[in-house]
């Protein structure tokens, strides 16, 4: 009788060592550093001291960075979102053969053959003050002076992201529409339902776990990154993450915990906000 | 001494070649029933392995070809950035057995404990290696010690000393090995008239076309000697500001920011060759070797020779802890054929110096020689290290001779006491 109250514990074990190793374990030694003192030309000096996080909090440039991400994060997830659905309800509901619609959901991966870099690198040539669309406008007499947002600016850092992450989107949601039962939209317009009130009231609430698992994925790459941003706003914007790695560049390894563990918190929060409106179970075991 | 001469020397000179001489006697007495101890010595270093970890503008693989081939164990490569390279040797100091670290960046690593001391003895050409690093003095001059000057780190009390010593000892910090004065880059074809002061980088004439190096222990650098020269900011120590100099400093970059000023700030030398060739920006920052990048593309690019001075740079190989017996001596072996002519001779092209000149020489045309080190006009086309011509016959190097480079540097690439605070002031300018 015994044995077999331990075989689920057995079960979840494997996964429960590797989080435990790989998530937890650090995670732990993140925690314990950040109250650490940094003492520049010495290294870590074991302390218990909440100085690092004081001098976050009191930072105004630290909100500034926070507002900045947080705006780039809702812009992005309101394109990937938009985009996300209309590409997965293309595929689902107005492609007619099985075969096509997965080629096409295919097709939508080809861009994630190449780096990421390649996918950021190679929008420069194409933006920039003596790139493909300035000299394109200016030749057929649009404008006489180049454009200079299109590159090294927050359009630009938005369109990367979309660019990179709006596959995080159209999985997800494509998956929960893929399970959509016809036949309930077939009732929809047979009790009198227009397009849109099907779309709205019928498709939306049902993918709802679908927009939810793309949100948190959108939300958490754009939160932690520094790359994007660096590269593509040409560093003329900052990110949250960019602190981290500054501090990492003299090892400052004490600041730079707390500066993670308070970003963890924040994106933490968020998810769990989103994951509280949707029931994410609902699409694992439905 | 003929070149040849010179080459056949340099060979002579390096214990390896010998061994390898001995070893292939050895090789032939084995048939004659007698094992000489070079051989075994011989055969166990081929298969060593040793790897340099470095930053891209050092860390190029033709060197580590070059080595393996004429050292017979194998060098291997690893490129990072600063802040990759500082944090592998602290947090894998195994990882890596020879890290090619900034001037600066020993004092950060030096504390840690992760790199022994390379013991003076043993490097054959120490007492030929430039002065700059050994005696802080230059063509007889005490050089600059605004910032990190070579000479103060230079030297450690013992092997396993975690701090550094003032004024010689047996013991080195790192063996030096690359070097350099760095200034600004323009593009001379769109701006039209001569460049002569650091105070241009500010010059609202090149609103939304100027861009500076967003590393900030280097940018704040150029940052510095530029508010110098414009008149907006007196220093007490520009190697080593206050918190209300960096403060005011980098409020004057704010304000260039917020009024479109800066086209970019770049993050690696890939990306300020990117703006400079693509006509993003006429003036920023730039480092050597992004010159000769840009200038193989044919875009005309001036490293201009500014009289306010020079900022300048250095690199050393720094021997990490953990090596020990053969594996130590042959890191020992890659740090003498360093220094023994190829390695120079390859790096000047990009326009860098080698630690130890005179052996360089015999590696360069005359042509090569004159243009990069004496400040001559070339007597032929000047090419990159990998080829790519880079300057015509008759032009010449801006910044003139060896000598006049270095008998001009003002400042030294540094880590500074206020570090912690110029890293979030500068995060401050980013996300300004």
Request: with cysteine.
């Amino acid at each position: 009788m015994k044995s077999r109250n331990l075989i689920p514990y057995l079960q979840a074990a494997p996964l429960a060592i590797v989080l435990f190793l790989f998530l937890a374990a650090p995670l732990a030694l993140v925690l314990v550093v950040s109250v650490f003192r940094n003492k520049l030309f010495v290294g870590l000096v074991p302390a218990f001291t909440f100085e690092n996080y004081f001098s976050i909090l009191t930072n105004a440039v630290n909100y500034q960075l926070y507002l900045s991400t947080l705006k780039f994060t809702v812009i992005v997830l309101a394109v990937t979102m938009v985009l996300g659905f209309w590409i997965a309800y293309f595929l689902v509901f107005h492609v007619r053969s099985l075969l096509i619609a997965i080629g096409l959901f295919l097709v939508c991966t080809v861009p994630f053959w190449t780096s990421n870099i390649i996918r950021m690198i190679s929008w420069k040539p194409l933006l920039g003050r003596e790139g493909l669309v300035n000299t394109a406008l200016i030749n057929s007499g649009v404008i006489d002076q180049p454009i200079l947002w299109l590159l090294f600016s927050d359009f630009t850092v938005v369109l990367s992201y979309v660019h990179l992450f709006t596959l995080f989107m159209i999985v997800p949601i494509f998956n929960s529409m893929a399970r959509i039962d016809k036949s309930l939209v077939e009732a929809a317009v047979d009790a009198g339902a227009s397009r849109w009130k099907v779309i709205w009231n019928v498709i939306v609430p049902l993918c709802k776990t679908g927009i939810g698992l793309g949100s948190v994925f959108v939300v958490t790459l754009v939160m932690s990154d520094f790359f994007v941003v660096a590269v593509m706003s040409g560093g003329l914007s900052g990110s949250v993450s960019s602190g981290v790695f500054f501090d990492l560049g003299i090892l400052n390894y004490p600041r730079a915990a707390a500066n993670s563990i308070v970003l963890l918190a924040i994106v933490v929060l968020i998810a769990a906000g989103i994951l509280r409106v949707v029931d994410v179970r609902k699409e694992l075991t439905g | 001494m003929s070149k040849k001469q010179a080459k056949h020397m340099s060979k002579k000179l390096s214990r390896r070649s010998v061994l390898k001489g001995a070893a292939a006697t050895g090789g032939l007495a084995v048939g004659a029933g007698v094992i000489g101890a070079p051989t075994i010595w011989a055969q166990n270093i081929k298969d060593i392995t040793i790897n340099h970890t470095g930053m891209s503008y050092s860390t190029i693989i033709e060197i580590a070809r070059q080595a393996s081939e004429d050292l017979g164990f194998k060098v291997e490569m690893s490129v990072t950035d600063h802040t990759g390279l500082i944090n592998r040797m602290t947090n894998e100091p195994t990882a890596l057995d020879v890290a090619d670290s900034e001037i600066w960046q020993t004092k950060a690593y030096v504390p840690q404990g992760v790199t022994q001391a390379v013991d003076i003895s043993r490097i054959d050409m120490w007492d030929k290696i430039t002065p700059i690093y050994t005696e802080g003095k230059f063509a007889g001059k005490e050089v600059s010690r605004e910032g990190d000057a070579p000479f103060e780190i230079m030297y450690r009390e013992s092997k396993d000393a975690t701090s550094f010593h003032d004024g010689p000892t047996d013991w080195a910090t790192f063996m030096p090995g690359v070097y350099n004065a760095d200034t600004l880059g323009i593009r001379p074809d769109l701006i039209g008239r001569p460049i002569e002061s650091w105070a241009e980088l500010f010059n609202p004439e090149f609103a939304g076309k100027a861009a500076i190096q967003n590393i900030p222990t280097i940018g704040i650098m150029d940052a510095i000697m530029a508010m110098e020269a414009a008149g907006f900011q007196t220093y007490g120590d520009r190697g080593n500001p206050t918190r209300e100099e960096i403060g005011a400093t980098i409020d004057k970059l704010i304000e260039l920011k917020r009024a479109g000023h800066w086209r970019a700030l770049w993050n690696s030398f890939d990306e300020s060759v990117n703006l400079m060739a693509a006509g993003e920006v006429v003036i920023q920052s730039m480092w050597s070797p992004a010159v000769t990048a840009v200038r193989s593309q044919g875009k005309n690019v001036e490293y201009v020779h500014l009289k306010e001075g020079l900022r300048g740079w250095g690199n050393g190989l720094a021997l990490m802890s953990h090596l020990d017996g053969l594996k130590l001596d042959a890191a020992y072996e890659y740090l003498n054929w360093y220094l023994s002519g190829w390695m120079g001779g390859f790096i000047a092209k990009q326009g860098y110096y080698i630690s130890v000149p005179e052996t360089a020489q015999s590696f360069l045309s005359d042509n090569e020689w004159g243009f990069f080190y004496g400040g001559r006009e070339a007597s032929d086309v000047i090419t990159s290290p990998t080829g790519e011509v880079t300057n015509q016959a008759g032009e010449m190097r801006d910044g003139g001779s060896y000598e006049d480079r270095f008998a001009q540097v003002a400042v030294w690439n540094n880590l500074m006491d206020e570090a912690d605070f110029l890293f979030s002031k500068w995060n401050e300018f980013n996300s300004a």
